[in-house]
């Protein structure tokens, strides 16, 4: 909720109380009917306090909390303190008694076995007022969707069933919100060159891995790819020379899909092989598999081929980029695991710690929206549902299988970056930006982790931090010791990788992978959530008709469009990565490595922004003023 009007407050205490270990704030309910009506809430938001004593120092009390009904709170002065750092029995006292009421507040539900387990909550309106968005936000949110979901009405697509006629009438939904991207998009996405940019730069730029050996199911021949090669090389040249990348969906090889309006839709687990030119031209995708399994029934597609039987193979690609993407690059391994991580903050870690102060910006209003997705989203009969080919089975069994094999040098950037093979390629802004931004993180969080910790010792030594990696660990990676995720820290080293690794992925890599939604999509040709007609079999067959057919009816195409213009565009009240209203740290030492790493994202900014002036598409989502720090939407 939003706070309706602020004041501030001098209280005189009657005597001198002596050292003041907590400051204990009571709020009573109001006596009298609020003068804002029935709406405003029985609630106050605190910011700080501030206590002068008689002798001695100013004493600063960061609260940054919601008082609701009849509430307290016990403030802790502002110096952020370690669990060892507290002697005091009634310090130790208040730091039991805080986390035991917020493990109370913030409990932990399984919504779908072999999923990250996650708040419990069914709905918004129940969740805590400290976790829920204002009611500025809240507004702006459901004013988004209103009006792109009254203008499709008014046209009468929402409710209507059947196909599109041709490529042009698609042209009437995508013509309502265009923007220079969308607009960029719908007139390349036909082009070999931009297909194949958006494994390095579009909505999923985390799949693509050099290839020094074809897979066995993908028997590419080099007389299939000569001519794309050119005289002198040969496929097996190129592949020692490492110019040939490969893109693998047989994670979705045999996966559940759905009926959508009494039709069953269809889904492939296609490999894509690409060449990178070397010291010249653009990446080109050179050949084309559409399942996991060779053979006469499974050609081998590619650029030489009919027209129509190339951009439908690429269109079965790009819907399986639309599945991946939305089922596993976004909503697993950056809401669901973000999530975890703000749970845990706030269940295991009191508000005195500096590891809470350090990231509880970064997990701002993430317990709403992925409980609103709950509500809205992933749950039977909603959008993912009703409007894309494997619905909430496919999406839940694709998650189930991809936490089976994720692992944690996936979620660490530069690790990430190597296991690919990916350090070279040029052309690859998502690398190049995220990288600059990870190295900012990381030296912004050495420096906080070097306040606090002077020694390895002292990580092992903090029971909250490690009962807070634990949690993560078996709540969100359910105990899987495979997946490589700590299940504790025994070192300084690996708590700056560990923090950086939180921060990055609740900020720069939702960024990377939510932000371009809807310039990606909304031309529905180049990212359909399903297809209609199953794969092809055979070379030869496709056409204009055969092409139209097999893309999403009407009604989908919407439903897409709509949820991904709502969740593209955040809707106000957003802190960009690095801005820091709420001051949790009081001491000077934090305080100037935040000023710091402000200024370093600051020139990165400068410098996106001077590269993007040359590109034809300027790469905007890892830009650090656009790049929230939390999970939001």
């Known amino acids: 909720m939003a706070a309706f009007r602020e004041e501030d407050f001098k209280v005189t205490p009657p005597e001198d109380v002596g050292r003041v270990l907590l400051l204990r704030v009571l709020k009573t309910p109001l006596a009298l009917p609020s003068p804002f009506g029935p709406l405003a809430p029985d609630a106050w938001f605190c910011r700080w306090f501030e206590l002068t004593p008689p002798r001695g120092a100013r004493l600063h009390f960061p609260c940054y909390q919601w008082l609701e009904d009849e509430g307290s709170l016990a403030l802790r002065e502002g110096t952020a303190k370690i669990s060892w750092e507290d002697h005091h029995p009634t310090l130790q006292q208040q730091r039991w008694e805080e986390l035991q009421a917020k493990r109370k507040t913030y409990g932990w539900k399984t919504y779908i076995p072999g999923w990250p387990r996650c708040l419990n909550e069914e709905t918004v309106k129940n969740l805590d007022l400290n976790i829920k968005y204002s009611l500025a936000k809240s507004i702006n949110l459901y004013l988004r969707g209103g009006s792109i979901l009254a203008d ?11 196909l599109w006629k041709s490529l042009e009438e698609i042209k009437i939904v995508f013509n309502f919100r265009k923007t220079p991207a969308v607009e960029y998009v719908f007139e390349h996405w036909q082009e070999d060159a931009f297909f194949a940019y958006q494994f390095l730069n579009g909505l999923n730029p985390v799949l693509i891995r050099r290839c020094h050996h074809l897979p066995k199911n993908f028997p590419v021949t080099n007389a299939m790819v000569a001519p794309v090669l050119g005289p002198g090389t040969s496929l097996q040249a190129e592949l020692e020379r490492g110019s040939l990348f490969l893109v693998d969906h047989g994670i979705l090889s045999g996966i559940h899909t759905k009926v959508i309006n009494g039709r069953s839709q269809f889904s492939a687990a296609p490999v894509t092989l690409l060449y990178q030119r070397p010291g010249c031209g653009p990446l080109l995708p050179i050949a084309i598999q559409l399942s996991q399994t060779p053979g006469p029934d499974s050609p081998i597609f590619l650029p030489s081929d009919d027209k129509w039987d190339w951009l439908l193979a690429k269109t079965w690609v790009r819907n399986a980029e639309f599945s991946v993407h939305e089922a596993l690059t976004h909503l697993l391994q950056v809401h669901l695991v973000t999530e975890v991580f703000a749970l845990a903050t706030l269940r295991q870690l009191p508000h005195c710690h500096p590891l809470f102060k350090l990231l509880i910006p970064h997990t701002r209003y993430t317990l709403h929206i992925n409980t609103l997705a709950r509500e809205l989203l992933i749950a039977p009969g909603k959008v993912v549902d009703r409007s894309t080919g494997l619905g909430i089975e496919g999406f839940s069994e694709l998650i189930q299988r991809n936490m089976k094999q994720l692992n944690y040098s996936v979620l660490c950037l530069p690790e990430d970056i190597r296991a690919r093979g990916v350090e070279d390629i040029p052309g690859y802004y998502y690398r190049d930006d995220g990288m600059q931004i990870w190295g900012a993180v990381e030296s912004f969080v050495s420096e906080m982790i070097g306040i606090y910790y002077p020694s390895d010792e002292s990580v092992r030594n903090d029971s909250e931090l490690q009962a807070w990696v634990w949690e993560i660990f078996s ?3 359910l105990g899987r010791e495979s997946s490589g995720v700590p299940s504790s820290l025994g070192t300084r080293e690996a708590l700056i990788q560990y ?23 909304a031309w529905m040709p180049n990212l359909p959530s399903t297809m209609q007609l199953p794969p092809p079999t055979s070379k030869g067959q496709a056409s204009p008709e055969g092409f139209i057919a097999t893309l999403p009816p009407v009604n989908t195409t919407c439903d897409i469009i709509i949820a991904l213009w709502v969740l593209s565009k955040d809707p106000g009240d957003r802190r960009p990565l690095g801005t820091y209203p709420d001051e949790h740290f009081t001491e000077e030492a934090p305080r100037r490595s935040i000023a710091s790493f402000q200024s370093r994202l600051a020139q990165i900014s400068r410098d996106i922004r001077e590269r993007n002036q040359g590109l034809a598409l300027p790469y905007t989502y890892l830009d650090p003023p656009l790049i929230e720090n939390s999970v939001s939407i």
């Open 152 to 162: 499709l009405k008014l046209k009468g697509l929402l409710h209507h069933k059947g």
């Open 475 to 477: 709540e969100g990676f």
């Open 499 to 521: 923090v950086t690794m939180v921060i990055f992925t609740s900020s720069a890599k939702h960024s990377s992978v939510g932000a371009g939604q809807f310039d990606f999509s």
